[in-house]
Each structure stands twice: as C-alpha cells, then as structure tokens.
T-cell receptor, first 116, second 110 residues
Framework: GAVVSQHPSWVICKSGTSVKIECRSLDFQATTMFWYRQFPKQSLMLMATSNEGSKATYEQGVEKDKFLINHASLTLSTLTVTSAHPEDSSFYIC????????????FGPGTRLTVL | GQQVMQIPQYQHVQEGEDFTTYCNSSTTLSNIQWYKQRPGGHPVFLIQLVKSGEVKKQKRLTFQFGEAKKNSSLHITATQTTDVGTYFCAGEFYGQNFVFGPGTRLSVLP
C-alpha cells in the first residue's frame, strides 16, 4: 500500500513552454502533498506544501507564479512549470502523507524535466 | 529557516565494514525520520524516532535519537552492496513541516 505515482516520468520541452506534472496517491487519500526539487547528487529542496482544496504554501524563494500548484482532490496534485527555461531543468519529486501512523512521506518516482 | 545538517557528505566503505551517518539540528526537534534513496530511485521511509534517547534497530541498522533531541545517527553494521544509496534524515520542528538534511551518499566496494 501507500503508492504514489507521478506522470510523466520524464519530459523535454522548449524554452518558454509550460509543463504540467501530476502526482497521484493510488491507494490512499493524501492529507498533504509536497513538491520537491532535487539537483543531481544533492538533497531534496522543498518547494511547496499543498492541502486539498486550499492554496499551496510556498517555501521562501520559490516563485508562486512560475510553479503553479493545484491540489484538486485528496488523491491528485499537479505542478505546472510555466514559461520554462533551461535553469528549470531538474528532477521534480512529489510526496504524500496519509495522516496515519508515523505520518511519513511516501514519495513518487519523480519527473525529470529538461528544458532546451 | 530551520536547518538540518548531516555528515559525512560521502562515505566509501569496503563491504563488511560499518558505516555511520550523523544528523544535527541547532533547534530541538519534535521527531526525526530517516529515508533511503537508492541510485536512480526515490526516497523510501525507514523509521521515525520520537522519544529522547530512543534507539531502534532494523536488522543491521541502528537508529538513535539524542537526549536533547537535536541529533540523530544511523549506524549500519557489516555493510552490504545492497546498502548503497543516499541516506537522508528529516527533522520535524514543532508545528512545522519536515526539513530534510543534505544526505550522506554511501558507496560499498565489494
């Protein structure tokens, strides 16, 4: 149980276009979902925290208008990278909590974004 | 903002040797979690420590939470090639989200 999926697993786009990444909790309802960015061989940088039906809480330094987060349901959150530029190329990974037990984060497999 | 530090950044060991990674916070934590990320994979939850001085074991892995709840350690006895990966600690500060440490990348030479 506690599986989180992400789609797409990788995407290549041209500079200036927008890219949407989906994060789904497949077998549980996620009370909270998180979006991270991870650079090669580096740690997880929290971008934002989202709860279903409410606005996402962004970490300091993360542009809200560039990284749009929509938490439409208890099983789905989306991250849209608007007007992507090469510096946005990264590994984006989401996680979800089910509010039970240790309340640990279940991570998705990640999405590799390459902006040309 | 709150920060969680981890040392070492990298560790190369011969198979069979022990390995330890340390996690430190300047502020008291409500609890701490440990995750493992295999190369090319995503982080997977290992354990959570809540109580001051708590020690938990999972086979060859021993996790400790400091008395002051500001530091933690993960010790692996007799490493195996399957232990390869990056180990992250994530500290929860009271009333806030978890903050991940920078991770310790473990390489195990056969």
């Amino acid at each position: 149980g506690a599986v989180v999926s992400q789609h797409p697993s990788w995407v290549i786009c041209k500079s200036g276009t927008s890219v949407k990444i989906e994060c789904r909790s497949l077998d549980f309802q996620a009370t909270t979902m998180f979006w991270y960015r991870q650079f090669p061989k580096q740690s997880l940088m929290l971008m934002a925290t989202s709860n279903e039906g409410s606005k996402a809480t962004y970490e300091q330094g993360v542009e809200k208008d560039k990284f749009l987060i929509n938490h439409a349901s208890l099983t789905l959150s989306t991250l849209t990278v608007t007007s992507a530029h090469p510096e946005d190329s990264s590994f984006y990974i989401c996680s979800a909590q089910n509010g039970r037990g240790y309340n640990e984060q279940f991570f998705g497999p990640g999405t590799r974004l390459t902006v040309l | 903002g709150q920060q969680v530090m981890q040392i070492p950044q990298y560790q190369h060991v011969q198979e069979g040797e022990d390995f330890t990674t340390y996690c430190n916070s300047s502020t008291t934590l409500s609890n701490i979690q440990w995750y493992k990320q295999r190369p090319g994979g995503h982080p997977v939850f290992l354990i959570q420590l809540v109580k001051s001085g708590e020690v938990k074991k999972q086979k060859r892995l021993t996790f400790q939470f400091g008395e002051a709840k500001k530091n933690s350690s993960l010790h692996i006895t007799a490493t195996q090639t399957t232990d390869v990966g990056t180990y992250f600690c994530a500290g929860e500060f009271y009333g806030q989200n978890f903050v991940f440490g920078p991770g310790t990348r473990l390489s195990v030479l056969p």
